[in-house]
């Protein structure tokens, strides 16, 4: 891999927490809005007093009408006010919930998505850039439904325990009634709650399934093309739609089943009721009115009852969401600084002493590397596939920690110096160099913020007339995200113009291993020539151009220095670099050749 940030392996985080910390520290975000969770909690008492008054004061009239008194227009009016108050504390306590939660998430997404642009390069070797994704939007979405679902669910229990207290106060033998009914209902929600999640997981995993091979059949589609295998890729999908459709139709029948089972049970609890409460009522040991009332809190409590069934599991899932969330805000970089001194110039000396370095646990890719590139020196890496050519650049860009030697930037320890400063004072041009989404001018001056116009036009003058030739946008023009309407050879003109803005102390830079026409070449090797000039840089070579023009070569041999020397001095040597020019670049020279010819010609 020659490119300088590649590697995302997908891998999973390493801490596991227990429920109480990561409730701590959900509880601890939450601590600034203190004063709206009391106003909260107020609200939510005065609302199930108030719904649980209204059946009562009904229950009332209906005992006056039948001794016969007149209607009470104040209990009627109790029962307009008590109602209203209570949907209104009710509207106020979903809005502060919905202030909590929004809160609550917009704190977690930045503290994780700055963990993210935070980590170093070793992190994002372990976790790919979907996970991170899923982890700053979905993650923190799933956390925020389970939070506002635990803070209603609270309130309805409170609703309740007020309710179900009421009704034990009526009548003690309603209480018992309720009691005999809630745990039956309770049981065949959960019941159900087990048999709905089993099918939404087969739902899950078979959309996970369409939509690989959706993005499968997407991504190698030229490629299924050119070997005339859509018809293959039809049938993939013939049969994974196939069998989505009937997963989701069998979990939309056992949806359909929940909730007219529920209801059934609701309906034996008020047959229950009826029954049991009439006959108290017929012998006079029960007023209407209190039959009423029970009838009444059994249709207010059957919905709370039902989701508690389902609160414990959908509590347990937003703490798995929320313990992603933390891993990652908790996750640790590789590379430590031991202290950050000011970087203010440098004059970009890179000298490397006994340095071992290897990827996680795998072989080390250096073991004992030394070697020194002067400030201002001009050296090429080459070597084999593997060499280790990128993962020297990686180190020089302080992209991983090294675990032996030391690297020396003007002779300080690279481990002492403050990074941004340091990273500050580095260029780097990856093979494939990234581009925003903005206008051109835009994605050059990202390479020093706060550049004007003014700087932007002078750093695109010095890449001279390849740039006009090359580039067919004006400076305003917009840029698709990635580049995607931009050439190898275009991307790099626009990194090197962020290069000539920058003026960086030392550059990294990575050549294309695929070909630019050799009138691009030629001017880019040109706009190299003098970036190059006054600065120290480390290239990646893939051209021939490239290494015939450098101060020096160093040829790297699974990870070791192997020659090292100018170009015709090491060509003449008859070692690994010969070896290496005649498999690699020679056939460039002729490849060129022909190709000079062809431009000429036309
Ligand atoms: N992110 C990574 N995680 C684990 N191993 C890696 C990673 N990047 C590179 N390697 C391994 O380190 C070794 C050196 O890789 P490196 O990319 O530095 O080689 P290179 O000389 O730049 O090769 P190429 O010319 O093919 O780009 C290889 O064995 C490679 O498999």
């Given at each position: 891999m020659s490119d300088l940030f590649a590697g995302l392996h997908p891998d999973d985080y390493d801490r596991v927490y227990r429920n109480r910390e990561l409730i701590a520290r959900i509880g601890h975000r939450l601590r600034p809005g203190t004063r709206r969770i009391a106003l909260a909690v107020v609200l939510t008492v005065g609302a199930s007093i108030l719904t649980s008054a209204v059946p009562v004061a009904i229950a009332r009239?209906?005992?006056?009408?039948?001794?016969?008194s007149h209607l009470t227009w104040t209990i009627s009016a109790f029962v307009i006010v008590a109602a209203a108050a209570a949907w209104a504390m009710n509207w106020g306590r979903q809005r502060l919930i919905a202030w909590l939660v929004g809160d609550l998430v917009l704190r977690l997404q930045r503290e994780?998505?700055?963990?993210?642009?935070?980590?170093?390069?070793?992190?994002?070797?372990?976790?790919?850039?979907?996970?991170?994704?899923s982890r700053v939007t979905g993650d923190t979405e799933s956390?925020?439904?389970?939070?506002?679902?635990?803070?209603?669910?609270?309130?309805?229990?409170?609703?309740?325990?007020?309710?179900?207290?009421?009704?034990?106060?009526?009548?003690?033998r309603l209480g018992l009634i309720l009691l005999v009914v809630t745990p039956l209902l309770v049981g065949v929600a959960l019941l159900f709650r087990r048999i709905a999640?089993?099918?939404?997981?087969?739902?899950?995993?078979?959309?996970?399934?369409?939509?690989?091979?959706?993005?499968?059949?997407?991504?190698g589609i030229l490629i299924a093309k050119s070997f005339g295998r859509e018809e293959s890729l039809y049938q993939d999908f013939r049969r994974v739609n196939r069998l989505s459709y009937l997963v989701y139709v069998r979990q939309g029948l056992i949806y359909t089943v929940i909730l007219p089972v529920l209801t059934m049970i609701s309906v034996l609890g008020t047959a229950a009721l009826l029954v049991g409460g009439g006959s108290l009522a017929i012998d006079g040991s029960l007023s209407a009115g209190d039959w009423y009332f029970a009838l009444h809190a059994l249709g207010l409590l059957w919905l709370p009852l039902t989701q508690a069934a389902s609160f414990w599991s959908l509590f347990q899932q937003g703490l798995a969401a929320s313990e992603r969330v933390f891993a990652l805000i908790d996750s640790e970089d590789s590379v430590r600084q031991t202290a950050a001194e000011p970087v203010a110039d440098l004059r970009g000396e890179i000298e490397i002493r006994d340095l071992r370095f290897g990827y996680g646990s795998g072989a080390p890719v250096f073991d004992r590397l030394n070697l020194r590139i002067a400030a201002g020196e001009t050296v090429?890496?080459?070597?084999?596939?593997?060499?280790?050519?990128?993962?020297?650049?990686?180190?020089?860009?302080?992209?991983?920690?090294?675990?032996?030697?030391?690297?020396?930037?003007?002779?300080?320890?690279?481990?002492?110096?403050?990074?941004?400063?340091?990273?500050?004072?580095?260029?780097?041009?990856?093979?494939?160099?990234?581009?925003?989404a903005g206008t051109l001018a835009e994605n050059i001056a990202y390479a020093r913020p706060g550049a004007d116009r003014a700087d932007v036009q002078r750093a695109v003058d010095q890449l001279g007339e390849v740039w006009a030739?090359?580039?067919?946008?004006?400076?305003?023009?917009?840029?698709?995200?990635?580049?995607?309407?931009?050439?190898?050879?275009?991307?790099?003109?626009?990194?090197?113009?962020?290069?000539?803005?920058?003026?960086?102390?030392?550059?990294?830079?990575?050549?294309?291993?695929?070909?630019?026409?050799?009138?691009t070449e030629a001017g880019i090797q040109q706009a190299l020539t003098r970036l190059m000039a006054d600065r120290t840089v480390l290239v990646i070579a893939h051209r021939l151009a490239t290494i015939r023009h450098v101060d020096r070569l160093l040829v790297l041999d699974h990870g070791r220095v192997v020659e090292e020397g100018d170009f015709d001095t090491l060509l003449a040597a008859g070692g690994h670099f010969t070896d290496l020019y005649a498999s690699y670049y020679a056939h460039q020279q002729t490849g060129r050749e022909a190709e000079q010819r062809q431009w000429t010609r036309s």
């Amino acid at each position: 891999m020659s490119d300088l940030f590649a590697g995302l392996h997908p891998d999973d985080y390493d801490r596991v927490y227990r429920n109480r910390e990561l409730i701590a520290r959900i509880g601890h975000r939450l601590r600034p809005g203190t004063r709206r969770i009391a106003l909260a909690v107020v609200l939510t008492v005065g609302a199930s007093i108030l719904t649980s008054a209204v059946p009562v004061a009904i229950a009332r009239m209906i005992d006056q009408v039948r001794d016969g008194s007149h209607l009470t227009w104040t209990i009627s009016a109790f029962v307009i006010v008590a109602a209203a108050a209570a949907w209104a504390m009710n509207w106020g306590r979903q809005r502060l919930i919905a202030w909590l939660v929004g809160d609550l998430v917009l704190r977690l997404q930045r503290e994780v998505a700055e963990a993210a642009l935070a980590r170093d390069a070793s992190f994002h070797d372990r976790h790919s850039v979907g996970k991170v994704l899923s982890r700053v939007t979905g993650d923190t979405e799933s956390f925020s439904a389970v939070m506002t679902l635990t803070l209603n669910f609270f309130s309805q229990m409170v609703l309740v325990v007020v309710l179900g207290s009421v009704v034990f106060a009526v009548d003690p033998r309603l209480g018992l009634i309720l009691l005999v009914v809630t745990p039956l209902l309770v049981g065949v929600a959960l019941l159900f709650r087990r048999i709905a999640r089993v099918a939404a997981l087969r739902t899950r995993q078979v959309m996970a399934q369409v939509n690989s091979t959706v993005h499968e059949s997407m991504v190698g589609i030229l490629i299924a093309k050119s070997f005339g295998r859509e018809e293959s890729l039809y049938q993939d999908f013939r049969r994974v739609n196939r069998l989505s459709y009937l997963v989701y139709v069998r979990q939309g029948l056992i949806y359909t089943v929940i909730l007219p089972v529920l209801t059934m049970i609701s309906v034996l609890g008020t047959a229950a009721l009826l029954v049991g409460g009439g006959s108290l009522a017929i012998d006079g040991s029960l007023s209407a009115g209190d039959w009423y009332f029970a009838l009444h809190a059994l249709g207010l409590l059957w919905l709370p009852l039902t989701q508690a069934a389902s609160f414990w599991s959908l509590f347990q899932q937003g703490l798995a969401a929320s313990e992603r969330v933390f891993a990652l805000i908790d996750s640790e970089d590789s590379v430590r600084q031991t202290a950050a001194e000011p970087v203010a110039d440098l004059r970009g000396e890179i000298e490397i002493r006994d340095l071992r370095f290897g990827y996680g646990s795998g072989a080390p890719v250096f073991d004992r590397l030394n070697l020194r590139i002067a400030a201002g020196e001009t050296v090429a890496v080459v070597g084999r596939t593997g060499a280790g050519k990128s993962t020297l650049s990686k180190l020089v860009l302080r992209g991983y920690e090294f675990q032996q030697g030391a690297l020396l930037i003007d002779g300080r320890d690279i481990r002492r110096l403050d990074l941004a400063e340091y990273r500050h004072r580095l260029g780097v041009v990856p093979q494939l160099p990234f581009i925003f989404a903005g206008t051109l001018a835009e994605n050059i001056a990202y390479a020093r913020p706060g550049a004007d116009r003014a700087d932007v036009q002078r750093a695109v003058d010095q890449l001279g007339e390849v740039w006009a030739r090359c580039i067919p946008f004006a400076l305003d023009d917009q840029m698709a995200s990635l580049g995607r309407e931009l050439s190898t050879g275009q991307r790099q003109l626009i990194a090197l113009a962020r290069i000539f803005l920058k003026q960086p102390a030392i550059l990294l830079l990575d050549e294309p291993t695929a070909s630019i026409d050799p009138l691009t070449e030629a001017g880019i090797q040109q706009a190299l020539t003098r970036l190059m000039a006054d600065r120290t840089v480390l290239v990646i070579a893939h051209r021939l151009a490239t290494i015939r023009h450098v101060d020096r070569l160093l040829v790297l041999d699974h990870g070791r220095v192997v020659e090292e020397g100018d170009f015709d001095t090491l060509l003449a040597a008859g070692g690994h670099f010969t070896d290496l020019y005649a498999s690699y670049y020679a056939h460039q020279q002729t490849g060129r050749e022909a190709e000079q010819r062809q431009w000429t010609r036309s």
